[in-house]
């Protein structure tokens, strides 16, 4: 007993339906890539935006230090000794008061 199949019944496709088939395929490829791009270039960015914060924290310590060390030599006690290590006095009668 042979078992007959029956013929495959082929789909004609026109040449429009064909280019718009195509155009839909490169979309289904194209799609998950620029998907895993855009979220690899957003990873990156992520890492560099972390690494300026890091760079702007040290410059913010950085200068915290150095206006204290400011605020420390510009203090009125640190003048007065420099001024006296120098042979400087400090005379009240030749301040002038301007109202």
């Keep these: 007993m ?5 013929p495959v019944a082929r789909i004609k496709l026109r040449k429009g339906e064909r280019f718009i088939l195509f155009i839909i395929g ?3 490829l194209l799609t998950p890539i620029s998907i895993v791009y855009s979220y690899a270039s957003l990873s990156s960015s992520n890492i560099e935006v972390e690494k300026l914060k890091k760079e702007i924290e040290k410059q913010e310590n950085v200068n915290a230090g150095l206006s204290m060390q400011v605020d420390e030599l510009a203090s009125l006690s640190n ?3 420099i001024a006296k290590a120098y042979g400087l ?9 301007i109202r």
């Design 2 to 6: 042979k078992k007959t199949t029956a």
């Design 26 to 28: 490169i979309f289904a």
């Design 89 to 97: 006095s400090y005379n009240n009668d030749n301040i002038i008061i």
């Design 79 to 81: 003048i007065q000794d």
